[in-house]
């Protein structure tokens, strides 16, 4: 299934231009505001019932090694702009996850995949198996640039996956060759056109600001919406390493270590508790949320 982003309708619609960038602006203050409406509203739930100590995370994205091939101008750890020192994650601490994983029942959402490119590991078919049979019940999902993705490697993931996205990244908004192969297996095994999400989207996009280290987008003032992922997500480095966020694409921020630590014990760690205490009074109590525009609803 190939999915626009809307701006790309927008765009066609309009035929481009200053109406085009007029309607986008319009749209976007719309959808801000009630975007942002609801997750306070969500947020005042959250800690009217439970305070800094929340259910456990309904979404916890596992990064098994840090570079990605690709080299899109809105993203801080681009090939070309990665300042990380590289790292693998051993196979033991990944056992260690499913292991914490399978002790609380984990049903959300299981990311195999944070800031990097997932195929650059090469073990990563056999690490999926391992969260399928340790996470029966688990959404297990893959995200992808598909620039290393071939049918056989398809072939052999896809039965443990619940989806995988592909994000086509092409100035032209055009199926680079690799994405073209898999699309076409796709609809001619459409069992499997259900699982496959393939997403146009350009290189040059300007999206957050990623907790202010994107390279082409950069705020001077906090945003007044708190946000909603050290409430509801868990990023693991691949040194074990736990960071606040998916926007901490750098792991400026350090909330535990699963190689000394039960993954509840860390979502429960005064490190935690300090940070959505932070979050609840505003974001500019915390250096990489003060210039960080993400706003999202989670689950």
Not at 146 to 157: A, F, P, S
Request: net charge positive; proline share 4%.
């Amino acid at each position: 299934m190939i999915k626009h982003k809307r701006t790309v309708l927008l765009r066609k619609i309009t035929g481009g231009g200053g109406a085009y960038l007029a309607l986008r602006r319009l749209r976007r203050t719309f959808e801000d505001a009630g975007l942002r409406r609801r997750i306070v509203k969500k947020f005042r739930f959250i800690m009217d019932n439970y305070g800094n100590r929340p259910p456990i995370f309904s979404s916890i994205e596992i990064e098994t090694i840090n570079r990605c091939n690709n080299t899109c101008s809105f993203c801080p750890v681009n090939k070309n702009a990665d300042i990380r020192e590289f790292k693998r994650m051993e196979e033991e601490v990944f056992d260690k996850i499913l292991g914490d994983l399978a002790a609380i029942n984990y049903k959300g959402r299981l990311n195999l995949y944070s800031n990097n490119e997932p195929f650059l590991d090469t073990r990563i078919t056999e690490f999926a198996k391992k969260a399928r049979i340790a996470l029966p019940e688990a959404h297990i999902n893959l995200l992808s640039n598909g620039l290393l993705l071939t049918l056989e490697k398809l072939r052999q993931i896809i039965p443990f996956l619940d989806a995988l996205t592909i994000n086509n990244y092409n100035d032209e908004l055009k199926l680079n060759e690799s994405t073209e192969i898999i699309h076409e297996y796709c609809r001619e095994n459409p069992q499997h056109d259900q699982i496959v999400n393939i997403c146009l989207r350009k290189k040059t996009e300007v999206l957050y600001s990623r907790g202010g280290i994107s390279p082409n987008k950069k705020i001077e003032k906090t945003i007044p919406s708190p946000c909603l992922l050290p409430f509801r997500q868990m990023v693991v480095r691949p040194d074990g390493k736990i960071s606040l966020c998916c926007n901490d694409a750098w792991g400026q921020i350090t909330l535990g270590d699963v190689t000394k630590q039960s993954i509840e014990e860390i979502w429960y760690s005064e490190a935690y508790l300090d940070a959505r205490d932070k979050m609840a009074v505003g974001r500019q109590h915390i250096s990489i949320c003060k210039f960080c525009d993400y706003v999202k609803m989670m689950d």
